[in-house]
């Protein structure tokens, strides 16, 4: 994996994503949310929301569908 | 409990756990004691001590010295008092001139093959042989000494047949057979105490002796692991402390705790002056009751190694040397070198480590830097790399990231599944405790790709060993819970009362599903579907089952995942809330339970409350006089990413080695390469001080007071045994830091810090210091509804109100097997070494492990080609080292294994960065990897030994 930030936390996105999945999707969808906002730091949030705005791509469709749910971070 | 303290007593028998009571005279008194007593031990709660020497309360009674014979009224004879148990309204005598004249006789036969060199022997003031001599006041010994064990030469001046030489092979403690009475205290203590069974009796009547191992063996060649038990145990000069050989008899000693593992025995430290002349386990230790390991007994030497550092040091950059500087000198330094990156790039540019080895004041000083004086939340501790996936999974399921038992719990238990942990190892005084629970008749399932020493060992055999391939934890669990629910082998009553009924519906559904079987594991695991099923089986209908896991569990990418299933197991099964069941994390370093506690992870503040809450950080904010960051901070992986990226620029280390440590070392070193300032407070150079700019040294736990929190949530206090060498604790030094940064501090005693801690955080808040000195030691929560602490959590109902059942998807690691690498390598520890390995390489347990070894499988090895100690080269996609092989069958073939003691080996330069879904808690335990032969140190090491060397130059002082 590459320490490049954006593909590190697409896939540690991802990774939540899966284990999300396995709940009822609204259960899913707002765990995946709450998780993200209490655990990342808002500078990962910025590199997500980077990608994010970009299209998302290489997100699982989950991430993309919480997009609007995960806080933005302030500008610095 | 004070600091000065004499002797524990030895009521001569253990305690007899009967609730009926029985009532007694002995020289007239009479005493009440629960059935099963000996008399030895009634007589010895009035205060009467019948002498003995075969007979101690550690180890059950044996009746071969006939010293403590008495006469009971209306009885033949003179019984053992030792091994004649307690009856109601019987009349004991201890003292008669019969008894006397008895007791005469005996110790003359005793001290006839003694020598009388009591002047000049090591256990001089420190001998129960010579205290009975006294006190059944022996005179004389009419018995001349022809045949003799302790003379080197027989009375015509020929060489002794019976005269064995001592054996100092051990590095700790001599055995000296010319000084032994064949009480076999020792073996008694190894097998009862320890459970390895090194020791025996070989012989017969007069050739009988103590023997460790085979009939060639000496202590270290035999399987003696060193634990102390038959040394504590030994009434005589026989088995002997070296440090007491040397340094004569203690005169004080002060209870304090062990810093090495999450089990936290209680010792006491013994000195002359502020010397430590030895460390013995604390029989009133609650965690320990009296044992020890070869880690805390012995290995204490770091402390007063010459490689400390005992001054502080400064550089401009790290291709500088080191050059020693006053205290003050290094903190103005350190304080304008952070408040520059401050200034230029915002307060979210730096941040802290806490130290899991340091105390729960210190961890919280620590925090408290980044919270109060950064201002900002970027703190995280060790824990994030073992255990944060507990926090996350226990959290989310039961409430509470807590260990739901204490350690007394397992003499309660039926069935003991140990999964991810080699106890044996790793927490080797609990390990002593489950044995003996097993040799009572408890059984075991181990699920671990390893054969560990837990699954087999003398009188141990566990009932199934699931041999699984690493990576598969969540198949394995899950198929064990498929079992329980598609048999109805769960609990519903304590599922509808104490859970959600409908949630478990959901749940039973999906584990339910045939991919969850056993049989459709079976090869993704590789462990046959009819041994999980008997597990299943045995786990959820012996009786009471408690679940103890250790680091390969958490260290996963589903780490987190099969918590949540270690969860489910336990609430399915209704094996939560007493004595015996339970989800026992066994945590790694000595303080890993408190530094968690005490708010060092960067979303929360102490006491496991999100900085999002206003409530809390209110509290915070009103006692520090600041206004706290809203947004959770970075964990350490995030704060090494951030510095690559370059918005991350300095940080304080306190006591935790993160370059040796953490997985992926090419990037963890280019992470500490990219910042500006790294302050590294540690008692050595170690390998982060490497990449340092500031070098504060640390004091050991002899040199300061505090707190450390086991893995029961025991707080235990930790007692200054002598002043600090390089000058203050370090909680004092953490402060200097704050105050030369602007705080303004004034904690002038830990205990202030405690106080604090107590009133902000509720689990705390009936712990002080006072407390902790009347009741030894307390587990959290403390409060106002438990005062004297909570051993059992859960017991009425869960943390979180119903115990929440989570489904738990296995999805495989991206982290495989293939043409490449098609090895999986797995990593663990060794007994006599100790994490990253910088205190106990500084001390005698090298002789055990001296190096790293990588275990393989036969017919991998010889597939390669590679033969027992060979140097072979061990590469991942991360990177690759060289270490020797061992071949064994303990692995699995497409399995190898090796510790991580050693920084030569840097075992992680091998691991790679991914990480637990949900905590990023590194994935040590999956590596692919390919072994090859090797002639020697792969480049990198060479690199890194050299860059290492570079960086480690100090400056000769100026005259």
Request: contains cysteine; charged residues 20%.
């Amino acid at each position: 994996m590459s320490h490049d930030p954006h593909v590190k936390l697409i896939y540690m996105a991802n990774q939540i994503a899966k284990f999300m999945e396995s709940k009822p999707h609204a259960e899913g969808l707002a765990s995946l949310t709450s998780h993200i906002n209490d655990f990342w730091e808002p500078r990962m949030r910025k590199h997500l929301f980077e990608v994010l705005d970009g299209g998302g791509q290489g997100l699982r469709p989950l991430v993309v569908e919480a997009a609007d749910k995960i806080r933005r971070p302030k500008a610095a | 409990m004070k600091d000065f303290i004499i002797p524990d007593r030895d009521f001569g028998t253990p305690v007899a756990k009967s609730k009926t009571m029985v009532t007694l005279t002995i020289d007239g008194f009479d005493v009440t004691v629960p059935e099963g007593t000996s008399i030895m031990r009634a007589a010895a709660e009035i205060g009467i001590a019948v002498p003995k020497l075969c007979a101690t309360d550690t180890v059950d009674a044996f009746g071969s010295c006939r010293l403590c014979l008495v006469e009971i009224e209306g009885r033949n004879g003179t019984p053992a008092s030792c091994t004649t148990p307690v009856a109601a309204g019987i009349k004991v005598q201890t003292q008669n001139a019969k008894l006397e004249k008895l007791r005469k006789g005996v110790m003359e036969l005793y001290i006839s093959d003694h020598p009388l060199d009591c002047l000049t022997c090591s256990a001089n003031g420190d001998c129960e042989l010579q205290d009975m001599a006294g006190a059944v006041g022996l005179r004389d010994v009419r018995y001349e000494a022809v045949d003799t064990h302790f003379k080197a030469k027989d009375n015509s001046g020929k060489a002794n047949p019976q005269w064995n030489p001592k054996d100092d092979s051990n590095p700790y403690f001599t055995y000296d057979p010319a000084k032994c009475i064949v009480c076999s205290r020792c073996v008694r203590a190894c097998e009862e105490v320890q459970g390895t069974f090194a020791l025996t009796i070989s012989g017969r009547g007069f050739d009988s002796r103590v023997s460790a191992g085979m009939k060639d063996d000496n202590f270290l060649g035999s399987e003696c692991v060193s634990c102390g038990a038959c040394v504590a145990a030994c009434p005589t000069a026989t088995l002997q402390e070296k440090s007491v050989i040397e340094l004569g008899t203690p005169v004080r000693s002060v209870i304090t705790t062990c810093a090495y593992c999450g089990v936290g025995c209680s010792f006491k430290a013994e000195l002359r002056g502020d010397e430590l002349v030895r460390m013995t386990p604390y029989k009133n230790g609650k965690a320990n009751r009296g044992h020890s390991c070869v880690k805390g007994r012995f290995a204490y030497g770091y402390a007063s190694h010459k490689d400390r550092i005992l001054s502080p040091m400064i550089r401009d950059s790290i291709n500088d040397a080191w050059k020693e500087v006053s205290w003050a000198e290094a903190m103005e330094f350190a304080a304008n070198r952070m408040k520059g990156i401050i200034d230029t790039h915002g307060r979210h540019s730096v941040g802290v480590i806490t130290s899991s080895r340091c105390t729960n004041e210190e961890a919280y000083l620590v925090q408290k830097l980044t919270r109060a004086v950064f201002m900002n939340n970027n703190t995280d501790t060790c824990a994030r790399v073992c255990h944060s996936p507990t926090g996350y999974g226990l959290g989310q399921t039961l409430g509470t990231s807590a260990g739901t038992q204490d350690f007394d719990s397992v003499e309660h238990t039926d069935v003991a599944i140990v999964i991810g942990a080699n106890p044996v190892a790793g927490h080797p005084v609990f390990a002593s405790r489950l044995k003996k629970r097993l040799r009572q008749g408890a059984k075991l399932i181990v699920i671990d790709p390893r054969r560990t020493e837990m699954v087999e060992s003398p009188h141990i055999k566990a009932a199934h060993h699931l041999a699984l391939t690493p990576g598969t934890n969540v198949a394995i669990v899950t198929a064990l819970a498929h079992v329980i629910v598609t048999e109805g082998l769960f609990n519903e009553d304590f599922i509808r009362n104490r859970c959600d009924w409908d949630e478990f519906q959901d749940y039973a559904e999906f584990v339910s599903q045939p991919k969850n079987s056993p049989e459709a594991v079976q090869l993704l695991t590789g462990v046959q579907a009819d041994e999980v099923r008997a597990a299943a089986r045995l786990y959820a209908r012996g009786g009471n089952g408690a679940i103890y896991y250790g680091l390969g569990v958490t260290e996963h990418s589903q780490g987190s995942t099969t918590v949540i299933g270690i969860a489910n197991l336990a609430m399915m099964t209704g094996n939560i809330g007493r004595p015996g069941v339970g989800v026992n994390p066994l945590r790694g370093q000595n303080n890993v339970q408190g530094s968690c506690d005490m708010g060092s992870f960067p979303h929360e503040l102490p006491g496991y409350r999100h900085v999002k809450g206003e409530a809390v950080r209110d509290i915070f904010e009103k006692i520090w006089g600041v206004q706290i960051d809203d947004e959770p901070g970075l964990r350490i992986p995030n704060m090494l990413d951030a510095a690559v990226e370059g918005t991350f620029k300095g940080l304080y280390c306190q006591g935790e080695d993160i370059l040796q440590s953490d997985p992926d070392t090419k990037h963890v070193a280019a992470g500490l390469a990219a910042m500006d300032c790294v302050i590294v407070h540690d008692l050595f150079l170690n390998e982060t001080a490497n990449y340092a700019h500031v070098f504060l040294p640390g004091s050991t736990f002899l040199e300061k007071d505090g707190t450390f929190t086991n893995a029961e949530r025991r707080i235990n206090r930790v007692r200054k045994v002598m002043a600090p060498r390089q000058g203050y604790g370090d909680w004092e030094v953490t402060q200097m830091l704050a105050n030369a940064m602007g705080a303004d501090w004034t904690y002038t005693h830990p205990s202030q810090i405690m106080d604090e801690i107590a009133l902000t955080t509720p689990s705390f808040a009936g712990v002080s210091y006072e407390k902790l000195e009347t009741l030894g030691s307390v587990q959290w929560p403390c409060n106002e509804k438990a005062p004297e602490g909570t051993p059992l959590m859960h017991v009425d109902g869960f943390v979180r109100g119903k115990g929440k059942f989570i489904n738990t998807e296995y999805i495989a690691t991206d982290e495989r097997a293939g043409p490449r690498f098609p090895l999986l390598l797995t990593t663990g520890r060794i007994l006599s070494q100790y994490n990253v390995g910088a205190q106990t390489r500084r001390t005698a347990n090298v002789i055990w492990h001296a190096e790293d070894l990588l275990e393989i499988h036969p017919s991998d090895a010889e597939m390669r080609g590679i033969k027992d100690g060979d140097w072979v080269k061990l590469a991942s996609r991360s990177g690759e080292t060289t270490l020797h092989a061992q071949i064994t069958d303990r692995v699995l073939p497409g399995v190898v294994y090796t510790t991580f003691h050693h920084p030569d080996t840097q075992a992680n330069v091998i691991t790679t960065d991914y990480s637990d879904w949900a905590t990023n808690c590194p994935e040590y335990k999956v590596t692919a990897v390919q072994v090859g032969s090797s002639n020697g140190p792969t480049e990198w090491q060479q690199e890194y030994n050299a860059q290492a060397t570079l960086s480690r130059r100090i400056l000769p002082a100026a005259e």
